[in-house]
């Protein structure tokens, strides 16, 4: 079944130039659809458009009929005095009304009202009640809640207190609670920590509906989508795979575009060379070579010309470097701070020396971002201190960019920031980050989020560095400027601190792992996948030590029942031992994808080898349940 319908659809904001230029495609229900593009390549406007926010100029959209469609696009306001809990608790409008008519009906029966029309009418409202899970609205909330680190403290707040990161994550939860039947997710990872990030991909996987999501984040779109719609030019490209396939196929696709280019322009160079050779030899006195010559300049003209495929530019500037004289780069002892009665770290005591690559990463609201204020001077710490080494000289992009005159334009920017540098070169190094031609005369005021991301980092990479201080330094940014961002940290050869939800990025560059937990900085000095490894490895034995421990402490019962319930009580130990090892191959098998995610035949061996782990993992669970009916007697209490 088509779920959505998109035919030739066309916007604009500026005459002459469509945003969206004919864009058609359909999705079939149940599909996971990743909608990628450049920054401003119309991805959000189209899903603006799907639901009704915003007028196509032409074209048509088609949602099936009577299917509930939710997106995260802006925060709505929410009536004043509404806490966290509230703004969740709106998901359930369609519980309350019914809720509202019970109550009514209640009111009445006790009234004396015991008419058949009230009894029949309480009693299907009661059951649809049930069946939609209006008594279980609460353990709902509390589940989407801690799954996306909304914290009972946070729940009490006002959601207009909220910062917009948070306010993003709760009107997520709100959209999943909606149990709507197509999710549009708009970079929904942005805001997330990594356990958020993970319980999330989960969600999506679990979901039966359908799902498009505009992310950035290859690692969720490689988990969470199986066909990509790319928008490009105002037009959709589609691509059948995860976003690893994708970026495979799109490079095979340049490259089959591009040898069918140079095929094309060698062949009408060829027949170009003939035709002016005829010209000459007709001039030289036979007249009929010209017939041929204007022969040939036709065909040459009937030739199906394929456009020269481009291509992103790569990065091409770098951060300057300075040399480490010694090797202490920075030495934090017993640092302490605590904000409105809340610790949110103390006693740390950490040191990095030579051109170490750490990666801060903790829940949202650790006090990472604090951190390293507080390490470059932007925030006192309580107690404590943290020195530099006599040679070390930082370079640090904030998570909230600011500008000193955000009404200057870039290129002004560049020249007030740095002395001595000409227009010229100020433009150079802008073309390099993707800021050309008049774009280089914006007000840097009306910058997006990740423009100004660039911009700060254009400026940065004339700084002589050893320490370079990122504080969610891919937030917001497309994947191509992911990747010119991840090409200068490559080249860069200094210490390194940042943190980071972004888990592509942390695999790539962290050598060392702080993690910021209950107001203490665990060091792990191994890199992401040995870290995940390492704390895979920590649960799985406190599990098995939990166990352990309630078998101890529960006493065994006398066997009771016959023969079939003891037989029963034996298979369900032997059920019990197959899905912990299945558990286990599980992890296994996540561990995989997780060191395969650039490698599509791997990742999706994997994948696959995960499905039906997880297929079988299933089918035990249902035996295990018919086993502990049958354990207990109450099949055959049943057929009594």
């Known amino acids: 079944m088509i779920e959505i319908s998109v035919n030739e659809l066309k916007k604009s904001f500026e005459i002459g130039n469509n945003i969206l230029d004919g864009v058609t495609f359909q999705i079939e229900t149940g599909e996971r659809v990743g909608l990628l593009g450049r920054n401003g390549a119309g991805k959000s406007t189209l899903f603006r458009i799907l639901t009704g926010e915003l007028e196509a100029d032409e074209g048509e959209v088609v949602i099936a009929k009577n299917r509930r469609l939710g997106l995260i696009s802006q925060i709505p306001v929410y009536p004043e005095g509404y806490t966290v809990d509230d703004v969740l608790h709106t998901a359930f409008a369609r519980h309350q009304k019914l809720a509202e008519e019970m109550e009514r ?13 009230t009894l029949r009418r309480y009693g299907e409202l009661s059951a649809k009640f049930e069946g939609i899970g209006g008594y279980d609205t609460d353990t709902a909330v509390s589940k989407v809640a801690n799954g996306l680190s909304i914290p009972p403290e946070m729940r009490a707040q006002l959601f207009a207190s909220l910062s917009g990161g948070e306010k993003t994550r709760v009107n997520l939860g709100r959209l999943i609670l909606e149990d709507t039947d197509i999710l549009l997710l708009d970079e929904p990872t942005n805001h997330l920590d990594l356990h958020a990030v993970e319980w999330l991909e989960e969600y999506v996987r679990r979901f039966k509906g359908t799902v498009v999501a505009i992310s950035h984040d290859r690692y969720f779109l490689d988990r969470t989508i199986s066909r990509v719609v790319e928008i490009d030019q105002g037009k959709a490209e589609f691509y059948p795979g995860n976003y690893t396939f994708y970026a495979i196929e799109k490079e095979r696709r340049y490259q089959e575009k591009l040898r069918q280019y140079e095929k094309e322009q060698a062949k009408i160079k060829q027949l170009q060379e003939a035709a ?10 036979n007249d009929k070579l010209h017939k041929r010559a204007f022969s040939m300049e036709r065909r040459i003209e009937r030739i199906r010309q394929t456009e020269r495929p481009v291509k992103a530019r790569n990065l091409t500037s770098r951060f300057g470097e300075r040399e480490f004289v010694g090797d202490e780069v920075m030495h934090i002892k017993d640092l302490e701070k605590s904000f409105g009665g809340r610790r949110l770290f103390s006693g740390l005591d950490l040191r990095v020396e030579g051109s170490e690559r750490i990666a801060l990463i903790g829940d949202n609201g650790t006090g990472k971002s604090t951190l390293l204020k507080i390490l470059m001077g932007e925030e006192p710490p309580d107690a404590g201190r943290a020195k530099f080494g006599p040679t070390v000289r930082t370079a640090y992009l904030p998570q909230i960019i600011r500008f000193d005159n955000p009404d200057r334009n870039l290129v002004d920017t560049m020249l007030f920031a740095k002395r001595g540098m000409t227009t010229q070169t100020a433009r150079d190094r802008l073309a390099a980050f993707n800021f050309r031609g008049e774009d280089v005369f914006k007000s840097v005021s009306v910058l997006s989020g990740g423009e100004q991301s660039r911009l700060r980092l254009c400026m940065l990479m004339d700084e002589e560095i050893n320490l370079l201080v990122l504080d969610e330094p891919t937030n917001h940014l497309d994947i191509a400027s992911r990747e010119w961002i991840e090409e200068a940290v490559e080249a860069y050869e200094g210490a390194l601190l940042f943190v980071s939800h972004d888990r592509y990025f942390i695999n790539r560059f962290a050598t060392r792992i702080w993690e910021l937990e209950n107001g203490v900085i665990t060091d792990y000095p191994v890199s992401f996948p040995r870290y995940r490894e390492i704390k895979e490895r920590d649960k799985t034995l406190a599990q098995s030590q939990q166990r352990t421990e309630k078998k101890e402490d529960k006493p065994k019962p006398a066997p009771k029942g016959g023969r079939a319930q003891q037989n029963a009580r034996k298979q369900l130990t032997i059920c019990e031992r197959d899905m912990e090892k299945l558990e286990q191959e599980i992890r ?6 997780e060191a395969n995610a650039c490698d599509y035949e791997k ?11 997880d297929a079988r993992l299933l089918e035990l669970m249902e035996r295990w349940e018919a086993l502990a009916e049958e354990a207990e007697g109450r099949q055959t209490d049943s057929h009594a």
């Open 105 to 117: 009906l209640t009111a009445a029966m006790a009234a004396g009202d015991d008419s058949e029309a």
């Open 276 to 285: 002016d050779k005829l010209h000459l030899w007709a001039f030289m006195g």
């Open 588 to 593: 296994a098998a996540e561990a995989d994808m």
């Open 603 to 613: 990742y999706s061996a994997a994948y696959a080898q995960k499905e039906a782990l």
